[in-house]
């Protein structure tokens, strides 16, 4: 079977219209959705098929405020769109996944996603020094900075991960080396919640 991806932001889904060819991160959307799903289909069974999965997203999670009004306020320092592209994948895969099988194809698994991402957390007494908080399904406008970021594609029952994709840096000298196995481990967590959801609508 040849599975193909297509996600595509509608024109208004963003502040910035957006034209009807796909850019990069369209085509980076629907490269990291098709790794995804590519492990959960069973293929075998499905000889000289071809399996298109077409997305198109309404409304697209923006990091940045209107204008710079948000960070003129509040101090919050806005994204560079890679943070609101990875919320946005999690949600593919979830909805792809639950698309799939509504079909009547036969997979292994539930694949859904999930996103943690990894922001400093300051003590009252000392500011100068951060420790390394998860937070799970995060909003970038909640976060003054946002160190590191992680997509996963994962099967509940069968405990795999089929896609990881991690956006940012984060410090040896300031985070301990366990804060990445952590943020793998929070975007696990919030993919088991989904996957949850999505098993009591497909019943």
Not at 109 to 114: L, N, P, Q, V, Y
Request: glycine share 8%.
């Amino acid at each position: 079977m040849n599975i193909s991806t297509h996600v595509k932001f509608a024109p208004f889904a963003s502040r910035q219209r957006r034209g009807y060819v796909r850019d990069h991160m369209e085509r980076d959307l629907s490269a990291h959705l098709e790794t995804a799903l590519r492990g959960v289909v069973l293929v075998e069974r499905w000889p000289k098929s071809s399996l298109e999965i077409m997305i198109t997203i309404l409304e697209g999670q923006e990091d940045q405020g209107w204008g710079n009004e948000l960070e003129h306020d509040t101090g919050v320092t806005s994204g560079d769109g890679m943070h609101a592209t990875m919320l946005i994948l999690s949600g593919c895969i979830t909805v792809a996944s639950a698309a799939i099988i509504h079909a009547g194809i036969d997979c292994l698994d539930i694949a859904s996603g999930g996103v943690a991402a990894l922001v400093p957390s300051f003590s009252d007494a000392d500011t100068t020094k951060a420790e390394a908080q998860v937070v799970l399904d995060p909003s970038p406008r909640e976060h003054q900075e946002i160190l590191a970021i992680c997509t996963v594609g994962y099967l509940k029952t069968r405990e795999e991960i089929t896609e990881v994709w991690m956006y940012g840096s984060v410090s040896p000298q300031r985070f301990a080396q366990s804060a990445i196995e952590s943020l793998v481990d929070g975007a696990v967590q919030a993919a088991t919640a989904s996957a949850i959801v999505v098993q009591q609508a497909v019943k």
